[in-house]
T-cell receptor, first 112, second 111 residues
Framework: EDQVTQSPEALRLQEGESSSLNCSYT??????LFWYRQDPGKGPEFLFT???AGEEKEKERLKATLTKKESFLHITAPKPEDSATYLC?????????????FGKGTTLSVSS | DTEVTQTPKHLVMGMTNKKSLKCEQH?????MYWYKQKAKKPPELMFV???????INESVPSRFSPECPNSSLLNLHLHALQPEDSALYLC??????????FGPGTRLTVL
């Protein structure tokens, strides 16, 4: 069964303290891995798509990387405004790839 | 433009009411989705429309009725809901197999 697992469930950082979030996946065939940011009570905001092992994408303080088994979201020198829940997801190829399999998310809290 | 809009932002309804949620996108996406999200949980897929045809119904109770009038619009008709249906309802759109773009959601409370 295709599965996405995120760790840790929650992460507390001081402003400026860099860290990484993990998303491990077991899928029959990877057709992209997506990272989203979600603020409380709002819809997920698309961040990155990664398609192949070794690929990296960057946006401001965030960098996403992909291996054959997992993806990392690296946060460099985070600020309080980076506090949010970060979700990763992969297409469910058993449903023609149209549905997403989400991890449970990592809730990041950054304090000043 | 990567915007998906949803109305209303908030909705409070009784168990005997009939209401509708609306979603619109102008990105030319031919796949549109409804998700339900409970607090501290990831979004849970309800329905998928592909080229205006219902392609996936995740065993959702019949008190939820989706409609796709055209390639830009998606509705979710609600009737005789239960308090446990209170949640954030999210609409999304995408090109098939590509990243999905989500709307801001409708916060639904059923009394």
């Amino acid at each position: 069964e295709d599965q996405v697992t995120q760790s840790p469930e929650a992460l507390r950082l001081q402003e400026g303290e860099s860290s990484s979030l993990n998303c491990s996946y077991t899928v029959s065939g990877l057709r992209g891995l997506f990272w989203y940011r979600q603020d409380p009570g709002k819809g997920p905001e698309f961040l990155f798509t990664l398609y192949s092992a070794g690929e990296e994408k960057e946006k401001e303080r965030l960098k996403a990387t992909l291996t054959k088994k997992e993806s990392f979201l690296h946060i460099t020198a985070p600020k309080p405004e980076d506090s949010a829940t970060y979700l990763c997801a992969v297409p469910n190829l058993n449903q023609a790839g149209t549905a997403l399999i989400f991890g449970k998310g990592t809730t990041l809290s950054v304090s000043s | 433009d990567t915007e998906v809009t949803q109305t209303p932002k908030h909705l409070v309804m009784g168990m005997t009411n009939k209401k509708s949620l609306k979603c619109e996108q102008h990105m030319g996406h031919r796949a549109m989705y409804w998700y339900k999200q409970k607090a501290k949980k990831p979004p849970e897929l309800m329905f998928v429309y592909s080229y205006e045809k219902l392609s996936i119904n995740e065993s959702v109770p019949s008190r939820f009725s989706p409609e796709c009038p055209n390639s830009s619009l998606l509705n979710l008709h609600l009737h005789a809901l239960q308090p446990e249906d209170s949640a954030l309802y999210l609409c999304a759109s995408s090109h098939p197999l590509n990243e999905q773009f989500f709307g801001p959601g409708t916060r639904l409370t059923v009394l």
